[in-house]
DNA sequence: AGATATTTGTTCGTATGTATT
DNA sequence: TAATACATACGAACAAATATC
């Protein structure tokens, strides 16, 4: 146990061919003594000047290992009296952002979205099921309410859709599953941002509004009576019907495309150099 | 737990209740002048001179918004005549780290890793049937003969659980579907970590490896033959009677625990403290 | 192989900004 | 308002790494 293995687990990624920097074994030394001493969200860290002679370093130094561990979402740093670097719980935002930057460069197509969501989706609307109570409920109906009629314009249209997506984010934060509810929603966050869903977004009627909100009232009710296999049911019809929409709409549209953010820009950038 | 503050409202996630870090800002800046230039992996950016007089600030802040960056695989940084800040393509080991951070905090369970596997892996060989070739299916092979004999010690044990996940890792890597890959092999890397699953995975017998072996074998039988339904359904046999034995085993063990790396530690620490 | 030029890495001193009291 | 305690930012100098000749 004590022997020092490389048990060939740590070693996966690049081999690091140039000498450790200061600032990056300073990160993982507070990151030791943050696990060491039990130290949780809320617990302040020793402060700079503190840091700097605990591991005689600069301040430059110092402020770039807190930068990274800022980063990482692991604490956030606050001025004046009182003030340092505190323990933080990482926010899902920052979790789903990061991964993003990672799934940046790979194509991310409808089809792959859907094709998870249509095997999670309703596992995430089952676990749910014993777990929500008549607020949750009462969210769920008031989000219908945003696209139960049709829309005035394309800009409600585009709010509409957006709706619709939250009302799966509110299914999500009753499951009892945390992995399963973060992919979900991340999920539905790659849709918000994918260009090509945003096109499909904004046609008239991308999906079949009437029968998406039957779905989901059945599905209500289904969660009301605590029947987690009718709800995970109706959630797999719906993600069906959905996928061929998206899909169908999709084919008339574009082909293929990259995620979100920049990437059109980018894209276009890349055509002005050549 | 203790969130001290009552808070009320407004801040979900962004508050901006602090002013705007300068080095926040020229990482954002960066960022856009990455996109708007169409810089891909290997391409350089300025150096830190040049980035100094362009955004009129100090060493130290340039080299925070670097850090930053390079923390979210963005970039990496080399020395050396000729060297600087190059766009990186980020790491999938990089995003699990990340990832894992988010999900530190809360408790996951065998159940809650299962639960997913179960509905993705399936989905997985399907979408790596058409295209795993003669060279993927003798890795496959040569992967289970890893385990396909009884280990003759703890040792041998530990690593026969362990090739048992590269098997699924190794289909992965024929996926079309990234976002799938991804999560299925972040899955396998929390039952690597899941300190609950590696006390598991030294007892012995802790799947029933025969009947593994055999669904593996179907496995790579119906990529041969490019039969995408059968991979899938020989996986979803696979994966229900491999919950049915973790769950068993676990029951024997323990309760509840949390994520990996350092959790005992900590838990030991905050012990100790108490 | 060794010297050199280039570029990042680290340190120190100092000044400014910001939140608490 | 002022004093205090802390992070934030600047600039100059020096140290270390590495590609090239």
Redesign the pocket.
């Known amino acids: 146990m004590t022997d020092t293995q490389p048990k060939s687990d740590l070693p996966p990624d690049r081999a690091p ?3 450790r ?3 990056d074994e300073i990160v993982d030394s507070i990151k030791r003594m943050i696990v060491e001493h039990g130290l949780g969200p809320g617990d302040r860290l020793p ?3 503190d840091l700097i002679t605990q591991f ?6 110092i ?2 290992a ?1 930068k990274a561990l800022e980063v990482q979402g692991l604490i956030s ?9 505190f323990i933080e719980r990482m926010s899902e935002g920052r979790a789903m952002s990061l991964l993003s930057n990672f799934l940046f460069a790979k194509s991310i197509s409808i089809a792959h979205i859907y094709q998870m969501r249509r095997a999670l989706e309703p596992l995430l609307a089952a676990s749910a099921t014993p777990h929500i109570d008549q607020a949750g409920l009462a969210r769920l109906e008031a989000i219908i309410a945003v696209y139960d009629h049709e829309p005035a314009d394309a800009q409600e249209r585009w709010t509409q859709r957006m709706a619709e997506l939250d009302f799966h984010a509110v299914v999500a934060e009753y499951s009892d599953n945390p992995i399963l509810a973060f992919t979900c929603r991340f999920l539905q966050r790659m849709l918000k941002e994918l260009t090509i869903a945003q096109d499909i977004y904004v046609q008239p009627e991308p999906v079949q509004r009437q029968s998406g909100i039957e779905h989901q009232r059945d599905l209500i009710a289904a969660m009301r009576r605590r029947d987690a296999a009718g709800a995970a049911a109706i959630l797999a019809e719906h993600m069906a019907e959905a996928e061929q929409q998206m899909l169908g709409l999709q084919a008339k549209l574009s082909d293929r495309f990259l995620i979100e953010t920049d990437e059109p820009k980018r894209a276009a950038a890349r055509r002005r150099t050549a």
Chains 1, 2 share one sequence.
């Open positions: 061919r140039s000498r920097k200061r600032a402060q700079e000047r005689a370093a600069s301040k430059g130094t402020r770039e807190l740093v606050r001025t004046g009296p009182g003030g340092g670097a």
